[in-house]
């Protein structure tokens, strides 16, 4: 048996590439979870085996989670079991990389900081500087995250991390695969926990989808429908640009007429065609080779928001605005006209003022900065100054 390590075991890890590595056999996975022991807690009670509610499917049990470890219970077992592993995924979501506004590793973040410092590790980034210093033997470290070029993004922050930290990594020997990932997996809820009989269930839609850059250092899963490409790039546009970049327009503008779920915001007649409007403008921004697949990835993109079953809500999707806002619309502004995106970059900002007036403090790494911003002088300016967009203030605000 093969073995991959994996940080963060949330559901999405749990639905996506726990779920192709189990169909795919011969390797099984451990878990790190960085802070919380929820997920260990509940999962060691059963054999780390859950089930996935997939829709339409049915219900299919996954027993390839051999064990889970708590960083922050035990940092020194984690690297230990890095030094085994042949393959090192992460999903621990945008903001645990750590990178300011312009996508640098932040050496000012106090989690950073104090990984730099020697106390622990304790984020992902220390664990992989860490873990990966003097290593010769070859092993693949492969980003699952949302992010575009998530491979090359999580390699520049090791690399600057070990630099600061006067790590020496042996790169040849290590690769950092870029790749797409694709899966709506909603919270899971006491219903679904209910009608599978698992406190641990995760729920899922039918759909998958994976490209992956063709780049390990080793051996690897032989994941069945995963594309592996040359170039990830086009395949991260289109996904991070019309999906992603649809979700956050439907959480924000949904959320501010009253929506709770997607499915609902997305029959909205004013939100439908919001929404198509900007996934035919991010389409028309994507690179030659997936521009053509646009239309029909809209319209099957629609079908899947559509699905009443998967109770997919706005807030859930709607959190870590600061750090999706930037390759959600930004990059899609940055690179042509595009006014359903303006709509989307505005929505952002009155969700950021109107829950900062009704005094709920929202749910953001840059929680503390996007209060400060919305009570500044100038709100709009200040909340573009966080996601990197203050040069298009004219564009955004004034249109
Ligand atoms: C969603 C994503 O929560 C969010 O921000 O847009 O988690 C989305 O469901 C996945 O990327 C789909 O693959």
């Known amino acids: 048996m093969e073995h991959i390590l994996h940080f963060g075991l949330g559901s999405f890890a749990r639905a996506h590439l726990l779920d192709y ?78 990178l300011d506004a ?13 990984d730099l410092a020697g106390h622990g ?17 070859p092993v693949t470290v492969m980003s699952c995250d949302n992010r575009i070029e998530n491979g090359d993004v999580l390699q520049a922050a090791v690399a600057r991390f070990a630099q600061a930290a006067g790590l020496i990594i ?14 709506i997996t909603p919270a899971t809820t006491d219903s679904v926990r209910k009608m599978s009989g698992d406190i641990m269930a995760v729920p899922t839609e039918a759909f998958r989808e994976w490209v992956i850059e063709d780049d390990f250092a080793g051996p690897r899963p032989d994941w069945p429908g995963v594309q592996f490409v040359t170039d990830v790039a086009p395949h991260e546009l289109r996904k991070l640009r019309m999906l992603n ?59 899947r928001f559509e699905n009443p079953q998967l109770v997919h809500r706005l807030d859930q999707i709607a959190m870590d605005g600061s750090q999706k806002v930037p390759y959600r619309f930004v990059g899609t502004l940055r690179a042509g006209r595009a006014d359903a ?40 300016a200040a909340l573009l100054e966080l996601v990197g967009a203050v040069d298009l203030f004219e564009l955004i605000v004034e249109s």
């Open 21 to 98: 590595t189990a169909d795919a056999g011969g390797w099984d996975v451990t878990g790190v979870s960085l802070r919380s022991t929820a997920i260990r807690d509940g999962l060691v009670e059963q054999g780390y085996n859950y089930v996935l509610c997939v829709q339409e499917m049915g219900i299919k049990k996954i027993d390839i989670l051999r064990d889970v470890l708590v960083a922050a219970e035990d940092p020194q077992a984690v690297l230990e079991a890095m030094a085994e592993a042949k393959i090192i995924s992460a999903t621990v979501t945008e903001k645990g990389y750590h």
């Open 102 to 114: 312009k996508g640098v590793l932040d050496l000012n973040d106090p989690a950073i900081a104090s």
């Open 121 to 137: 590790p304790r984020t992902l980034i220390g664990f992989l500087a860490y873990g990966l210093a003097g290593r010769t033997r």
């Open 170 to 183: 042996h790169w040849d020997s290590t690769r950092f695969p870029n790749s797409m990932v694709d899966r």
């Open 245 to 303: 970049g649809a979700h956050s327009l439907l959480a924000y503008a949904g959320l501010a007429c009253g929506f709770t779920y997607v499915h609902e915001a997305v029959t909205d007649p004013d939100l439908r065609d919001l929404v198509e409007q900007l996934m035919t403008e991010a389409g028309n921004t994507l690179p030659a080779s997936v521009k053509g697949q646009a239309p029909a990835y809209a319209k099957a993109l629609i079908a």
């Open 341 to 380: 995106v303006v709509e989307g970059i505005k929505a952002w900002i009155a969700f950021c003022i109107s829950e900062t007036h009704a005094d709920r403090r929202l749910n953001d790494p840059k929680a503390s900065e996007i209060t400060e911003a919305v009570h500044s002088d100038n709100p709009d």
